[in-house]
C-alpha cells in the first residue's frame, strides 16, 4: 500500500508550480522526440553502458548502492524550500541540472538522477512526475531515480513505528508473533506500555484526527459538532449557514472545523487557501451551483441513512488536503497549534495523514448498492469543490477507508453519554458498529484516533476510554495495574450484557457484536474460560479483519 499512498497525496495543489513545471517537462519530451540529435546522444549513452564488463558492473552495482545510500542521506538533510514560489525554483533549478547532467555520459548518470530526486522530493504530486520521468529521462538514469525513491520509501515505512507514537504518550506499538490454534505463528500488532501504572492513572491523552456526532444530534444544537462539549443550556452557540446545519459551542471550534473539513465538504468558501494555491483559477459561479449541488446531494443521504463512516471518510480526505495545505503555505496560528495531533517523535520523516492510517486494520467492506451511491456521492463532492480531488477516493480505496474506520473509530461519550440513542434501522450487516465498552446506545459520535487504534479488545480490558474533559479527547485510563511491557487492551463492545443478563447471555451477546462488528472470536481469558461450558452451536463463525499489507 506504501506505493498507493503515494499516488494519493496533494494531487490536489497542481497549482502553478505543477502546472509550469509540467510545460516545461512536456516540452522536454517533445524535445526528445523530435531532436535527431538528442536521441543520438542518448543512443550513444545507452551503447556506452553495454560495453561495460559485467563483473566490473557487479562490483560497481554494489558500490554504487552504498553511494546511494549516502547521497540519500545527505539530500534528506537538505531543508526544503518553506514557500510555494521557492519550492518552485528550487523544482525548476534541479530539473534543468538533471537534464544538463543525463546528456553527458554515464559518468554523470548518479549526479543527474540525484538532481532529478531532488526534484521529486518537492513535486506536489509524486506519482505523476514519476510517470513524467519515465518517458522523458534515459533509462539507466531512471532506474536509479526509482532505486532512491524505494529506498526512501523502505526507510520511512520500515521506521515509522520508531517515531510513533512520540514517547511522551508512554506506549509503543510493537508487533508480536502469536501461535494460532492452526500452530501456524501469525503477526499480531499490539499497543505496549512503556512504563508501570496504577490503577486509575491517565496513560496518554489524545485529539481525534477526525469526528462525527451522530446524525440525529448533528444540527440539533445539543452538542458541539467539532468538540462534542454539551452547548444544550450554552447562551452563546455558533451557527454558520452551511448544509449539515452544524452547530459549535466557540468560535475557535467553528474556525477548526471549516479549516479541517466542514467547508470544503458543506461550506462555500474557497476549497484551498488561497496563498496555497497561487493565481488560483477564479470559480465560476456555474462551478459554485454544482457544488451546492452535490453537497445538497450528499446531505440528503446522510440525513435519510443516519450513517457516519462515511462522513468520517469524508472528513478524513478534507482533512488530509487541508495538512497538505499547511506544509506548502505554513499558517502558524495558535488555534492550530493547540489542536495538534500527537506528533511522530523529533527527527521522524515527514508523514501524511494516510502514512498514519496505512498501517491500521480494517474491514474488508462489500461494495453493495448503498456503498456504491454514498462514494459516489462523496466523489462528486471532492470534485466539484477542486478538480482531481476526487482521486482521493478511487472505490478500492474507498472501500479500505470505509473498513478502516469501521474497524477502528470509538463511540464517543461524556459523563455517562446518553440514554436514548435511537437504534439502527436496516438490515443487520448495514450496521454501524463502533468500539464502545459502555455500549454504543450511549454514544453522542464517533472518533478515529491514531494511537488508540492499535488498542485491541480484550472483555477483561486493562485500560478504558474516558472522555473527562467533556470532548472528543480521549483520555486513556488503567483499569487495573499494569506493568512496563504489557499489552493494553480495551473492550470494544459491552461485554457485560443488558440489564440484568445472566453471564450467559452476556457471553452470548457480545460473541455476536465481536463477530458482526470486527470479525473478532474473542480468546481472552474470560471468553476461554466460558467457551468451555457453553455448547458448541450457539458459537459465532470465526473470521478475522484484514491485516495492512
Ligand atoms: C435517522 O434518524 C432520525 C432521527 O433520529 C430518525 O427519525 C430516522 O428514522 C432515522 N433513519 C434511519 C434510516 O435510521
Ligand atoms: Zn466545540
Ligand atoms: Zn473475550
Known amino acids: 500500500m506504501v506505493s498507493k499512498t503515494i499516488q494519493y497525496t496533494t494531487v490536489v495543489f497542481i497549482s502553478t508550480v505543477a502546472i509550469s513545471s509540467l510545460a516545461y517537462v512536456a516540452w522536454w519530451d517533445y524535445k526528445r522526440r523530435n531532436d535527431p540529435s538528442f536521441r543520438k546522444k542518448i543512443r550513444k549513452e545507452h551503447k556506452k553502458i553495454h560495453k561495460h564488463a559485467k563483473a566490473a558492473e557487479e562490483r560497481a552495482k554494489q558500490q554504487r548502492t552504498e553511494d546511494l545510500k549516502e547521497s540519500l542521506e545527505k539530500i534528506k538533510a537538505e531543508p526544503v524550500p518553506p514557500t510555494a514560489e521557492e519550492r518552485e525554483q528550487y523544482f525548476m533549478q534541479h530539473v534543468g541540472v538533471g537534464e544538463q547532467l543525463s546528456v553527458q555520459g554515464p559518468a554523470f548518470h548518479v549526479p543527474a538522477a540525484l538532481s532529478f530526486y531532488r526534484a521529486l522530493r518537492v513535486y506536489p504530486s509524486p506519482v505523476e512526475l514519476i510517470m513524467i520521468y519515465q518517458k522523458t529521462v534515459p533509462e539507466p538514469i531512471f532506474k536509479i531515480v526509482m532505486d532512491l525513491t524505494s529506498m526512501d520509501t523502505k526507510e520511512r515505512a520500515e521506521g515509522y513505528y520508531h517515531y510513533f507514537p512520540p514517547p511522551n504518550m508512554n506506549v509503543e506499538v510493537k508487533q508480536i508473533l502469536v501461535a494460532a490454534e492452526s500452530e501456524e505463528q501469525t503477526r499480531k500488532i499490539v499497543l505496549i506500555a512503556r512504563k508501570d501504572f496504577r490503577y486509575g492513572e491517565n496513560i496518554y491523552q489524545e485529539h481525534p484526527v477526525v469526528a462525527q456526532l451522530d446524525m440525529d444530534l448533528e444540527g440539533t444544537s445539543k452538542y458541539c459538532s467539532h468538540c462534542f462539549r454539551d452547548i444544550s443550556s450554552s447562551l452563546s452557540t455558533i451557527r454558520p449557514d452551511d448544509l449539515l446545519g452544524s452547530t459549535y459551542c466557540s468560535n475557535e471550534c467553528q474556525m477548526l472545523a471549516s479549516m479541517q473539513s466542514q467547508n470544503l465538504l458543506f461550506g462555500c468558501g474557497p476549497p484551498v487557501p488561497n496563498n496555497v494555491v497561487v493565481g488560483q483559477k477564479e470559480r465560476t459561479e456555474e462551478a459554485e451551483i454544482e457544488r451546492r449541488a452535490s453537497q445538497e446531494a450528499f446531505v440528503n443521504f446522510l440525513k435519510a441513512s443516519n450513517w457516519t463512516q462515511v462522513l468520517l471518510v469524508a472528513r478524513f480526505c478534507a482533512r488530509h488536503v487541508s495538512e497538505e495545505a499547511k506544509k506548502l503555505a505554513p499558517l502558524h496560528t495558535p488555534l492550530l497549534e493547540r489542536a495538534r495531533l500527537p506528533e511522530p517523535a523529533a527527527g521522524s520523516p515527514q508523514y501524511s495523514f494516510f502514512d498514519h492510517i496505512e498501517r491500521l486494520k480494517y474491514l474488508k467492506v462489500e461494495p453493495i448498492d448503498m456503498v456504491m451511491l454514498e462514494h459516489h456521492l462523496l466523489k462528486d463532492v471532492l470534485s466539484k469543490a477542486v478538480d482531481g480531488l476526487e482521486e482521493l477516493v478511487d472505490l478500492e480505496m474507498y472501500l479500505v477507508m470505509k473498513g ?146
Open 404 to 549: 478502516k474506520m469501521a474497524y477502528n473509530a470509538i463511540g464517543v461519550a461524556s459523563a455517562g453519554g446518553r440514554n436514548k440513542r435511537p437504534g439502527a434501522k436496516g438490515r443487520i450487516e448495514t450496521w454501524e458498529w463502533t468500539r464502545t465498552p459502555y455500549g454504543t446506545n450511549r454514544q453522542i459520535g464517533s472518533a478515529l484516533y491514531r494511537v488508540s487504534s492499535y488498542l485491541s479488545h480484550s472483555c477483561s480490558p486493562s485500560v478504558r476510554p474516558s472522555f473527562p474533559t467533556g470532548t472528543n479527547e480521549l483520555h486513556l485510563v488503567a483499569t487495573r495495574a499494569i506493568s512496563k511491557g504489557e499489552e493494553l487492551t480495551m473492550a470494544y463492545t459491552n461485554t457485560h450484557g443488558d440489564g440484568d443478563d445472566s453471564i450467559e447471555e452476556a457471553y452470548r451477546k457480545r460473541r455476536v457484536r465481536l463477530a458482526r462488528g470486527w470479525k473478532i472470536a474473542c480468546e481472552c481469558e474470560s471468553c476461554t474460560g466460558k467457551k468451555a461450558e457453553i455448547p458448541s452451536a450457539t458459537m459465532v463463525p470465526e473470521a478475522k479483519a484484514e491485516e495492512p499489507i
